[in-house]
């Protein structure tokens, strides 16, 4: 993906880190692989790490021993990633040898077919996988059988390889985006959360609010909608295990998967042709748009709650950028008078949602620009936009007419990483430039994360979206197999 928006103003947008690796080969650049093995390994998995750590060295990865990599407090160095093969007792666990919980991502391989069956449920199955990551403390599985291997992450993707070994180019297409960009949710540090000062009960919330009630009974009989899992009755080894899930998870009782989001009405202004201040430098065919970047704001779905079972006064909250010399500063609304039961943690989807309402002020001031009679930043100035996001990927006959298709050949990351935030902005750039070379209008994009999900944003309602995906039961899709 070219990269029509530069890294600094990715940073200074959004707060993506200047050093983001967004492209295969700076991921191998930095990624930092410490062989940390269980006491004891069966021939099969000896086998399959060794080939692995080869593969990963071919790329120009070194793969440091734990001898190595322990500092001299015993703890790996943040920023390291474990691969943990086998099975190790509690005193041995990785999870207690890193500095932070965020710092590093620890890969657990195992000499077994992955707890996954073609008729178990999608929800069963995302069950199952954050289950046994609960169980060993390890945020990616990764299961060895005499035919396969299998990777499954906390977000629910699944990956099946047909090979008893790990080939090059999986590892390196595959495996190392997965290793490098990781699932965290957002800091408290980085947004100011405003307890109470959502206002439910304006004219406005509620026509809002009835969207997303239509949405979500619309989808409430796909199973490709993963609503929640339940951190509550897992088997951990032992309380203190638990209380390290909680606070990985930031208290939260358990994950949703996708959201619903809509996007308030933005005063939108035309991109400039040359330089000032306050303006943003987008890249587009050849030329240059400087583009004034006016404040966002979203309704969005609350993290943890059911997607097909919403209650709009304690399941909706509002997020948003505020811009102040240059910068974006994001923010969170709670409802007013929700249950003190209910709470609102900003999502880990959070960035990822911004970098979409973003980007669709960026399309339409630049469309402002170029076609000042184009239909996309009217309905944005008058009406917003919707986001849909779900673990699928629609057929080709759902896609809306004037939504251009983005991300099938992006690396495959989940979509709460500063990577994914990155691919939705830059690839909305691309779509409007298809849309400009085609002649075709502009209406919204379909954002494609492989191995993962998708996002449809635009100017359809939620339930006109969810309308669109749902006329009838759609096709299972849990796994890919290379």
Not at 133 to 160: E, K, Y
Not at 208 to 225: I, K
Not at 256 to 267: E, N
Not at 457 to 473: D, K, R, W
Request: aromatic share 8%.
């Amino acid at each position: 993906m070219s990269n029509s928006i530069s890294s600094g103003s990715l940073h200074n947008l959004l707060g993506i880190p200047l050093d983001t690796p967004l492209s295969i080969d700076g991921m191998c650049g930095r990624l930092k692989p410490v062989y940390y093995p269980a006491p004891a390994l069966s021939a099969r998995l000896e086998q399959f790490c060794n080939v692995l750590v080869a593969a990963m060295q071919s790329l120009g990865i070194p793969v440091c021993s734990d001898e190595d990599a322990l500092g001299a407090d015993g703890r790996f160095a943040p920023g390291q990633v474990i691969l943990a093969p086998g099975y190790f007792p509690d005193d041995l666990l990785a999870i207690d040898r890193v500095t932070t919980l965020y710092n590093n991502i620890i890969v657990g391989i195992y000499d077994e077919p992955a707890p996954l069956t073609r008729e178990s449920s999608p929800q069963q199955r995302l069950d199952a996988i954050v289950g046994r990551l609960a169980r060993d403390m390890v945020h990616i599985l990764i299961f060895v059988t005499d035919q396969s291997w299998t990777i499954c992450t906390m977000n629910g993707g699944v990956v099946t390889f047909n090979t008893p070994v790990p080939l090059r180019e999986d590892v390196r297409d595959t495996l190392v985006p997965k290793l490098t960009a990781q699932v965290v949710p957002p800091r408290a540090e980085d947004l100011d959360i405003m307890q109470g000062e959502l206002n439910t009960g304006t004219a406005e919330f509620e026509a809002v609010a009835a969207d997303f009630m239509q949405c979500s009974a619309l989808w409430s009989s796909n199973a490709s909608l993963l609503t929640h899992t339940s951190t509550i009755g897992l088997d951990y080894r032992s309380a203190f295990y638990q209380r390290i899930v909680a606070r990985y998870l930031d208290q939260r009782s358990g994950m949703s998967y996708g959201f619903f989001a809509s996007q308030r009405p933005v005063a939108v202004q035309p991109a400039h042709l040359s330089a000032g201040a306050g303006l943003i430098p987008v890249c587009l065919q050849g030329g240059e748009y400087f583009v004034p970047v006016p404040q966002i704001s979203v309704v969005t779905t609350r993290s943890g709650c059911r997607k097909n079972h919403l209650n709009p006064q304690s399941d909706l909250v509002e997020i948003g950028l505020l811009f102040r010399e240059g910068k974006g500063r994001a923010w969170l609304k709670t409802p007013a008078g929700s249950s003190a039961e209910v709470v609102a943690k900003p999502s880990f989807d959070t960035l990822t949602i911004l970098a979409h309402a973003l980007g669709n002020a960026l399309v339409a001031s630049i469309l402002m620009t170029l076609n000042p009679k184009s239909y996309f930043p009217s309905h944005l100035a008058r009406f917003g936009a919707s986001m849909t996001h779900w673990h699928d990927y629609p057929s080709s006959f759902q896609l809306p007419e004037g939504y251009f298709l983005h991300g099938e050949s992006n690396p495959p990351v989940a979509c709460s990483t500063p990577q994914s935030a990155a691919y939705s902005l830059l690839g909305k750039i691309a779509a409007l430039e298809v849309a400009l070379e085609q002649g075709t209008a502009y209406r919204g994009d379909v954002h494609v994360e492989p191995n993962h999900g998708t996002n449809i944003v635009g100017i359809l309602s939620l339930a006109e979206t969810a309308m669109l995906l749902n006329p009838s039961p759609l096709p299972e899709v849990i796994t890919e197999e290379r």
